[in-house]
T-cell receptor, first 115, second 111 residues
Framework: AQKITQTQPGMFVQEKEAVTLDCTYDTSDQSYGLFWYKQPSSGEMIFLIYQGSYDEQNATEGRYSLNFQKARKSANLVISASQLGDSAMYFCARPPAGNNRKLIWGLGTSLAVNP | NAGVTQTPKFQVLKTGQSMTLQCAQDMNHNSMYWYRQDPGMGLRLIYYSASEGTTDKGEVPNGYNVSRLNKREFSLRLESAAPSQTSVYFC??????????FGSGTRLTVV
């Protein structure tokens, strides 16, 4: 079965440092995409970044970047210069094979940024 | 502001009561979804609607029904609430599976 694995239930990082959140996935597809979402304590789900498997360069959105390694089937989120407001749950997700409308979700990583 | 609007934000039900969660989006998206989020379980898809007039079951559809009223609105109904349906519910919409936008969530408690 298609699966997304986030192996870090909880992470700590010092303010202003960079942090990498891991995400690995199962797939036999040639074409697919990976999403990352942020969920702060207020509960809303915020779209952060997306990368398609055929994109040649890793996606970047402000302080967020994707370290996409297809051979390892990993799509790690890198947050540079962490801020206190980055403390949240982070979810990795991807569409399953043959259906680009239904996301498969990881269980999330809780990130705490320490001052 | 453009986005997905869910109502209500909070609800407490007694076992056996019914209720409908409302969801509306103003982004002209074709696809809409209902998820539930439980601790340690991540997000699980209850139902989705790929386009107006169609609905399909997700991972955990038992105990729920949905209606895609029009392109904008997708409602979720609990006919006879059970404590196991205590959860946070999210509505979402997307176009061609890219860039899902979520509502702010409904925290439902069934006692």
């Amino acid at each position: 079965a298609q699966k997304i694995t986030q192996t870090q239930p909880g992470m700590f990082v010092q303010e202003k440092e960079a942090v990498t959140l891991d995400c690995t996935y199962d797939t036999s597809d040639q074409s697919y995409g990976l999403f990352w979402y942020k969920q702060p304590s207020s509960g809303e789900m915020i779209f952060l970044i997306y990368q398609g498997s055929y994109d040649e360069q890793n996606a970047t959105e402000g302080r967020y970047s994707l370290n996409f390694q297809k051979a390892r089937k990993s799509a790690n989120l890198v947050i540079s210069a962490s801020q206190l407001g980055d403390s949240a749950m982070y979810f990795c997700a991807r569409p399953p094979a043959g259906n680009n409308r239904k996301l498969i979700w990881g269980l999330g990583t809780s990130l705490a940024v320490n001052p | 502001n453009a986005g997905v609007t869910q109502t209500p934000k909070f609800q407490v039900l007694k076992t056996g009561q019914s209720m409908t969660l409302q969801c509306a989006q103003d982004m002209n998206h074709n696809s809409m979804y209902w998820y539930r989020q439980d601790p340690g379980m991540g997000l699980r898809l209850i139902y989705y609607s790929a386009s107006e007039g169609t609905t399909d079951k997700g991972e955990v559809p038992n105990g729920y029904n949905v209606s895609r009223l029009n392109k904008r609105e997708f409602s979720l109904r609990l006919e006879s609430a059970a404590p196991s349906q205590t959860s946070v519910y999210f509505c979402a919409s997307s176009e061609l599976g890219y860039g899902y936008t979520f509502g702010s969530g409904t925290r439902l408690t069934v006692v």
